[in-house]
């Protein structure tokens, strides 16, 4: 029975310390960004943004490979400084907003990529489908204290992704040959989150 009892409380001590070690982190909208980058009529980039977004980070300091990601995106948010241009992204012909208001990304899989790289494996839910993507991430940074007494960190992470392969087909043929926008979407997201304060 002794021996029973040791052995319990040994399986118990080395699992505390596996919860011990996660931390939550929010990301903080008011300091981070969220844009995109695509090609238009074949000479130049049209950059743009979404405007509201959340999301969290669930961290594991001892294994960050353990670590999880979760974030969804506004649809009806993006902002490309071009009101009649944001207006034509909202509608049926790209993001359909009234019909899909969310993007949303969840981390599968994380993995190193060198000194303070990642890469993280996820599914993209954008427009009704469904598509795993990579995420090349520098960072996460140290940890600072802001003046208020938060804890925060910042990460960078980058990727492209195909918008047909999302169904977002819409385009123009241009007389000159091509089209007038591109297939190739680059994404950078700049992210600074906040830690979860202990109850």
């Known amino acids: 029975m002794r021996r029973i009892i040791t052995a319990i409380s040994t399986i118990i001590a080395l699992a505390l310390p596996t919860f011990a070690v996660a931390s939550t982190w929010t990301i903080d909208p008011e300091h981070s960004n969220v844009g995109f980058k695509v090609r238009h009529m074949m000479v130049s980039s049209v950059k743009g943004s979404f405007n509201t977004y959340t999301g969290t980070v669930e961290l594991d300091d001892k294994d960050i490979t353990k670590s999880r990601v979760e974030v969804t995106i506004n649809t009806n948010s993006i902002n490309t400084n071009v009101q009649k241009r ?29 000194n303070d790289k990642l890469k993280v494996t996820g599914d993209l839910t954008l427009h009704g489908v469904i598509k795993t993507v990579v995420l090349d991430v520098e960072g996460p940074t140290a940890e600072s204290k802001d003046p208020w007494g938060n804890i925060r960190i910042g990460a960078t992470a980058t990727t492209k992704i195909s918008r047909k392969d999302f169904g977002l087909v819409w385009n123009k043929a241009l007389e000159t040959g091509g089209v007038a926008v591109g297939d190739e979407i680059t994404i950078t997201l700049e992210i600074e989150m906040v830690k979860a304060k202990a109850k």
């Open 86 to 114: 944001d207006d034509h992204l909202r509608g049926a012909d790209f993001f359909d907003v009234a019909k899909f208001p969310t993007m949303t990304f969840a981390s599968k899989k994380v993995t190193r990529n060198g």
